[in-house]
């Protein structure tokens, strides 16, 4: 656990550099007036500056792309899919499953009939 403050400077509490050191512990060293590192540790950084810079932190960054603007519509879709699975197989009988609770997924328009199972095929094979 990284220690938030230290009293060094003059007596006085300030913050404290959360960055850690060759040794593994936390450096010593006060933060810099607004940051969270010392100067020796990135607090003089104003961040990247060019296109290409920005681009490879961002890139730095990415873990799996779940939560980007693709990964979130494909999400979507899946959940709009499992529903109108669900509320097929509920108007052809087959199973028992309650309606699907929670917020509607955009897109989602519930099938309660025979002619929404017909519609359903007659858009997924167009
Ligand atoms: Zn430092």
């Known amino acids: 656990m990284k220690e938030p ?3 060094i400077v003059r007596g006085w509490p300030c913050a404290r550099c959360q960055a850690t050191n ?3 512990t936390q450096c010593g060293k006060p933060a810099m007036q607004g940051k969270t590192k010392c100067r020796n540790h990135g607090g003089r950084s104003t961040g990247p500056k060019t296109p290409e810079g920005i681009e490879r932190i961002r890139a730095a960054l990415w873990k799996h792309g779940h939560r980007s603007l693709e990964g979130r519509k494909k999400e979507t879709e899946t959940r709009v ?3 109108l699975l669900a509320d097929s197989l509920r108007v052809l009988g087959e199973t ?3 309606q699907i609770r929670g917020k509607w997924p955009k897109g989602y328009e519930p099938i309660t009939d025979l002619a929404g199972i017909e519609a359903l095929v007659k858009r997924e094979n167009s």
């Open 22 to 24: 060759r040794r593994g």
């Open 5 to 7: 403050y230290v009293a």
């Open 96 to 98: 028992e499953i309650p």
């Open 81 to 83: 899919k499992v529903r």
